[in-house]
C-alpha cells in the first residue's frame, strides 16, 4: 500500500528505466518484485529469488521502501511507466511534491498540544509587567519609544473615517511616512477594526506586542521542524524564545514598537527560506539524479509559493523601521554563499536558486511600489532591493560558469570573487546613487557611531562592564551559549555537506551577532535564529544525559535521512522514531539531573527576564506624578504648547502623551534638561524656556549639590538653595522621594512697602501630595521704601503683622498683589 511519503511516481519511473538498461534480467526481476507486491501488502527479502546484491540496488534506488520492517514497492504506478516508457502527468509529480509541505502544517495532536503549551508559557512571560501597564485609566506603555508609536496612531485614527479610509496609509504625514510606515499603517488598521476610539488604541498599544509574539513562536516552531525534523526542537525553541529577556522587553505587553513587526517578518522570511532549502535537500536524497531534483524544485507550486511569502516579507518588513535596509544584507549574503555551496556539490545555481531569486524579485517590486506609489520611506528603499536582486543574478550566474567550466579549484575562491563583486558594486552604488549612499551612510552612522546618552540599548552585547561574558547571559540568557555551540556545529556541517538550511541559519545568526556587538538591541533580532539553534542545543543536552534521544540532525544516520519515508513522519513529534522521545524514568537521579538543566538553562533567564523588563516599566511615582500634572493642565486650560513637559529624556514621551498628545519627539528634552538640572538659578531658566515649557519632572536620582536645580526643587520642594528663599516660578504639584512635578509658572507679584534697607519675609503653608511644608522669601526694601517679589504659590502669605491672599489665577496669569 502506497504511503503519502513516498518518493514521486514519476522518480520512480526514471529509476526504474534506469534499473532496467543497466541489468539484463532487470525487466523481468522488476515484474517478479510486482507479482509479489500484488500477493502481499508488505513481505520479506525472502519471498523474492533475488540475491542480496540486486535487492540492495532496488533499495538503494527507492523502486523498493521499508515498511514497519517488511518491504513493499513504493509506488507501483512508477514502476510500469518504467518498464513501459510512459510519462507520468506533471499533476501526479506536483501533487506528490506538495505532500512536503502539507506534512509541516498537518495536524499532530501530540505535537499540538506542546505547541500550545510552549506559547502559553510565552504569553506568560510577556506578560510580566502586566501591573505596570494598566493602571487605572491609564495603559502605560513601558519605556519611551513606544509613545512616538501610539502618538502616530492617533494622530491616523484622528484622520481617517473608517478601516476603509486607505488614503490615511497612502498619503500619510511625511514624521510618519519617512521611515516607518509600515508600523504605523498597522498600527491604524488594527486600531481602527477594534473601533478607532481612544480604547481600541489602548487595546492596541497594550496587546498587539504579544499577539505578534505568539505568531512568532509559530513561525520559530514551524521554522525549527523543516530544519531539524523533530519537533522537540520546535518546543523547545518557542520556550526558549519566551526565556529570553532582551526579546521579552521589546516585546511584552504595552510595549508597541517598529520592532513587533520587525521580528516576525524576519521569523517569516527564515521560514521561506529554510523551507526552500530543505525542500532541495530533500529531492537531492531522494532523487535518482541531481537534475531531477533541481527540475523538480523549479516545477514544484509549493516552491514558488514559500519564494513569493519570503519576498513579501522581506519587503513588509524594509517598510517597518528606518534601518530594516539591514534585513537584505543577510539575504544577500545567503544567496552568495549558497550558490557557492550549489557550485561545490555539482547543483546548478541557477536552477537551484530560481524561486529564491523569484523571491528577491517580489520582495524589490513590492518595497520600489509602496516608496513610488505611496511614498513610503526614503529612496533608498527601492534602489537597493534592486541592486540585490542583480548582484543575486549575477552570483548565481558565475556559480553557473563555475560548475560548467570545472577549473578544479577550490570554491573559497569563488566565495572570493563575491567579496570583490560585492566591493565593485558598492563602488558602483555609491558613485550612481549618491543621494541615496549618503542616507545609507547616515543610516549607518546611527548604528555604529551614535551617542549613547545613557541608553543601554545601546551599548555593546559584549560590554566590559559586565565582564563580557555576563551581557549575554543578561540578555540572551543561556541559550545564547547553548546556540554557539550548535552554530560552530553548524558552519562545519556546513563546510562538509550539502545543508543550505543550516547554512541559511549560520548566516543570519552571525550576521546579527555582529550587529549587537555594536548594539545590544540587535540581540532581540539574533533571538530568532538563536532560539532554533538553542532549542536543538536543549534537547541534545537532555539526551546527553540520556534523559531524551538525540535529535535527527545529531544522528550518525541522520545525515541524509531526510527522505519523508511514511515511519519517519509518522514518529516526527517523537524526534523521528516511533518510539517515545522523553525517556520517562522514575530514577531519582535523572529527575535530579533534569531539574539541575531546568535550572542552568532557564533558571537565570527567569530572574532576567523580570529585572530586565522591570527596567522599562514606570514606577508609581512617575504615572502619578504624570496624573497630577495633566489635572492642573485640566484645571488651569492650559494648552499646548504651554503645558509641555520638561523632563530626563527617558521618560518624556510618556509625561507629554498622556499631558498633551505631543510624543512625536524628545529631541528637545534631551538637549536641555540635563543642563537645566546642574543649573544653579532655575528662575534664570524662566525666561530661556519662552512659553516652551509648562512644567518639570525631576527623578530622585542622582543626588546632587546643593546649589543645582535638581536639588533646590526636588530636594527642597522649590524652597530654594537654603530652604528660606524660595524660588519664583516653580509650583510643586506632585511630590514624591522617586519623583516630583513642578508647574512653571508667572508667579504673581506682591508688592508694597517698609522702610528703605530692611529685609522682609514672607511665608505661606503649602500642602502638596500629602506633604505641608513652608515657602518662604526674603526681601529688601529698596530705597524709595517699595518692595516686590514674585511667588509661585496660590494662599494666605504673612509678611511682618500683615497679611495678604494670593489667588490661583494670580500666580497663572502673573498679576500684581498690591500690600495694603
Known sequence: MADADDPAPQSIADATASFVEEYDDGAATLETVLAVDDDHETWEFSALPLDSGTFGELVSREIVVKDDGEYRVSSRDGVRAGLTGEELTDESESTSVSRDFTEAVAVDWRAAGALAGALVFLFAMRLVNYGSVFRGEYVVSPGNDPYYYRYWMDELLAESDGVTDWGVVTSMPDGAAGLRPLTHASNWFFAELLGGDQWAADMVAAWLPVVATLALGVVIYWLAVVVTDDVRVGVASVVLLALTPVHAVYSGVGFLEHR????????????????????????????????????GHCRSPWAWFAAVTFGVALALSAHAWGGSILMYIPAAGYVGMKAALDAREDVSPVLANAPLVGGLVVSGSLAAFLHLRWGWHESFIAVVPAVV????????????????????????????????????????????????????????????????????????????????????????????????????????????????????????????????????????????????????????????????????????????????????????????????????????????????????????????????????????????????????????????????????????????????????????????????????????????????????????????????????????????????????????????????????????????????????????????????????????????????????????????????????????????????
Open 260 to 295: 513587533l513587526y520587525q521580528y516576525f517578518w524576519l521569523g517569516v522570511t527564515l521560514l521561506g527560506l529554510a523551507w526552500l532549502a530543505m525542500d532541495l535537500r530533500r529531492r537531492r536524497a531522494a532523487a535518482p539524479t541531481t537534475r531531477d531534483a533541481v527540475f
Open 389 to 820: 536582486v542583480v548582484g543575486a543574478l549575477g552570483v548565481v550566474v558565475i556559480g553557473e560558469g563555475w560548475r560548467q567550466l570545472d577549473p578544479g579549484i577550490p570554491v573559497s575562491v569563488f566565495v572570493g570573487l563575491q567579496v570583490l563583486f560585492t566591493g565593485v558594486a558598492l563602488a558602483a552604488f555609491r558613485s550612481l546613487w549618491a543621494e541615496e549612499w549618503s542616507r545609507l551612510r547616515e543610516r549607518a552612522d546611527d548604528v555604529f557611531f551614535r551617542e549613547h546618552h545613557g541608553a543601554t540599548e545601546l551599548q555593546s552585547l559584549f560590554a566590559t562592564e559586565n565582564s563580557i561574558i555576563l551581557e549575554p547571559l543578561a540578555q540572551l540568557g543561556a541559550t545564547f551559549y547553548l546556540a554557539i555551540v550548535v552554530l560552530g556545529w553548524a558552519i562545519w556541517l556546513t563546510s562538509r555537506r550539502y545543508e543550505p538550511a543550516w547554512l541559511l541559519l549560520s548566516v543570519y545568526t552571525l550576521f546579527w551577532l555582529a550587529l549587537a556587538v555594536f548594539q545590544v538591541r540587535f540581540a532581540a533580532q539574533l533571538a530568532v535564529p538563536v532560539s532554533v539553534l538553542g532549542g536543538l542545543g536543549l534537547v541534545s543536552l537532555l539526551a546527553w544525559v540520556d534523559l531524551a534521544r538525540l535529535p535527527r540532525p545529531f544522528r550518525t544516520d541522520g545525515g541524509d535521512d531526510h527522505d519523508g519515508t511514511a515511519s519517519i513522519r509518522r514518529a516526527a513529534a517523537d524526534g523521528g522514531d516511533p518510539e517515545p522521545s522523553i525517556i520517562v524514568s522514575r530514577e531519582w537521579r535523572k529527575l535530579a539531573m533534569l531539574a539541575w538543566i531546568a535550572l542552568l538553562v532557564c533558571g537565570m533567564s527567569l530572574l532576567f527576564v523580570p529585572s530586565l523588563s522591570a527596567q522599562t516599566a514606570y514606577g508609581d511615582a512617575e504615572v502619578e506624578a504624570t496624573a497630577a500634572i495633566e489635572g492642573h493642565a485640566l484645571e488651569t486650560d492650559r494648552e499646548y504648547p504651554d503645558n509641555f513637559v520638561l523632563s530626563p529624556w527617558g521618560d518624556n514621551r510618556m509625561h507629554n502623551y498622556f499631558v498633551n498628545g505631543e510624543a512625536s519627539s524628545y529631541g528637545y528634552a534631551a538637549n536641555n534638561f540635563g543642563e537645566f538640572q546642574a543649573a544653579t538659578d532655575p528662575d534664570d531658566w524662566y525666561d530661556q524656556f519662552e512659553d516652551r515649557v509648562g512644567y518639570v519632572v525631576l527623578s530622585g536620582s542622582p543626588e546632587m549639590p546643593a546649589e543645582t536645580a535638581q536639588t533646590q526643587l526636588h530636594g527642597n520642594y522649590s524652597a530654594g538653595e537654603n530652604e528660606t528663599d524660595g524660588l519664583a516660578h516653580y509650583q510643586a504639584i506632585y511630590l514624591d522621594d522617586e519623583a516630583s512635578a513642578f508647574a512653571v509658572v508667572p508667579g504673581a507679584t506682591i508688592a508694597g512697602s517698609g522702610e528703605a534697607g530692611e529685609d522682609l519675609s514672607l511665608e505661606t503653608e503649602v500642602a502638596v501630595s500629602d506633604e505641608t511644608f513652608t515657602y518662604e522669601r526674603t526681601v529688601a526694601v529698596d530705597e524709595d521704601g517699595s518692595f516686590s517679589v514674585t511667588v509661585p504659590y496660590p494662599g494666605e502669605y504673612t509678611i511682618g503683622d500683615n497679611e495678604r491672599e494670593v489667588s490661583m489665577a494670580d500666580v497663572e496669569n502673573g498679576e500684581q498683589v498690591v500690600l495694603e
